[in-house]
Structures are given as C-alpha cells and as structure tokens.
C-alpha cells in the first residue's frame, strides 16, 4: 500500500529563514504529489501539486518543492519565512490509477519573530 | 478555482444523538466525494468514498452503520454520524475533485469540528 513520510512532525524556525519541511513517499510507480496547508480549524489549500514535467514545482505563498524519482522524494521548501507560514502542512500522494489521496502525518511548521 | 463547502463548521451534540454533515460542490459536478476524518494534531484518514447514486466505498474499519453517506445529487454529499459517542468527537473534512482539473487536484471543505458531550 502506498505510504507517505514526513520525518519532522515539528519544525521551529525564525521569521526570514529558510525552511524544508521532507516527505517520501513509497510507491516506485507513477505517483502525483501535492502539498497543502492548513491552519488551524480549517480546511487544506494546495499549496502546489507535482503531476509530471519538471521536476521543480513553485507553488504559492512563495514555496517550491522538488521531486526527485531516486529518492522518492517531494521536500518543500521556502527561502524567507513569515510569521503567517505558521500552520500544519502535510504532504500526499495519488498513486497512478488510484482515485485515493494518501497523507502524510503532518509538519506543524512555527515561526517565531 | 473550485469550491467545496461544508457546513456547519462546529456542532456540538448530546451523547446519542445523530449529526450531519453535509458536502457541497458549489460551481462543479462531483460524482465521486471524500470523507475525512482527523484527530488532533494527527493527519487525515480516509473514511469513506461517496458516490453520486450508488452506495458509498468504505475504508477497513470504519464502521458503515455509525457513518451514513449519502451521494444523492452531483453537488451534495451528507455524512451522518449515528447514535454520537464522545470517541466520534473529531474534526471531518470532505474533499471532492473538479473533472475541469483532470480528476488529480482535491479541494477541502472547510472542516466540521463534532464535539460529542
């Protein structure tokens, strides 16, 4: 079954650094890879999705991710963090022929001023 | 972009009671939605898939007459959370994916926070 790691369920870091938040993923076939966001009692927002093409995906609010095939992974990054990036981001997957979005546990991502 | 609404967004309820919930596509057909449940500071499990007009597809362990799903049209799916106990106290999420976006891109609703006393 297809599974999705996210090896850091807290991550500190000050307003104006840099940030990666990891995710792997386990399926050796085709996958589609997304990321969202969510803040507190709301819904998710995609913050980008990876679907096919290049393997750098920019995404909004200034965040990017890339996916690397050999590494099964999908890691998120921003190069300058706001106070407002603070939220719970969690990384899923689609496996190819799958209608079923699998997640990962979450990143609860803080920036502190 | 599309959207996908879900109300109410918090309901608390006595032990026993029934709840529901219910799941609009509000400027696309769905004929496929997602139920999601999610404890605290936990991620996202899949519960249920709906279908528009046919039974819905229930994951391992979840119990089908504790959470009725119905698909009745292209924009409405309700979840109805049977006989509440305080354990069904959680936050449910419904997804569903726009045929415009290729069927790969999920958009959320906004949670229902259920609250079981």
């Known amino acids: 079954a297809q599974s999705v790691t996210q090896l850091d369920s807290q991550v500190p870091v000050f307003e104006e650094a840099p940030v990666e938040l990891r995710c792997n993923y386990s399926?050796?076939?085709?996958?589609?890879l997304f990321w969202y966001v969510q803040y507190p009692n709301q819904g998710l927002q995609l913050l980008l999705k990876?679907?096919?093409?290049?393997?750098l995906v920019k995404g909004i609010n200034g965040f990017e991710a890339e996916f690397n095939k050999s590494q099964t992974s999908f890691h998120l990054r921003k190069p300058s963090v706001h106070i407002s990036d603070t939220a719970e981001y969690f990384c899923a997957v689609i496996q190819g022929g799958s209608e079923k979005l699998v997640f990962g546990k979450g990143t609860k991502l803080t920036v502190n001023p | 972009g599309a959207v996908v609404s879900q109300h109410p967004s918090r309901v608390i309820c006595k032990s026993g009671t029934s709840v529901k919930i219910e799941c609009r596509s509000l400027?696309?057909?769905?004929?496929?939605m997602f139920w999601y449940r999610q404890f605290p500071k936990q991620s996202l499990m899949l519960m249920a898939t709906s279908n528009e007009g046919s039974k819905a597809t229930y994951e391992q362990g979840v119990e089908k007459d504790k959470f009725l799903i119905n698909h009745a049209s292209l924009t409405l799916s309700t979840l109805t959370v049977t006989s509440a106990h305080p354990e069904d106290s959680s936050f449910y999420i419904c997804s569903a994916r726009p045929p415009t976006k290729g069927y790969t891109e999920a958009f959320f609703g906004q949670g229902t926070r259920l609250t079981v006393v």
């Open positions: 399926s050796s076939v085709s996958v589609y």
């Open positions: 400027d696309f057909q769905a004929t496929t």
């Open positions: 990876y679907l096919s093409g290049s393997t």
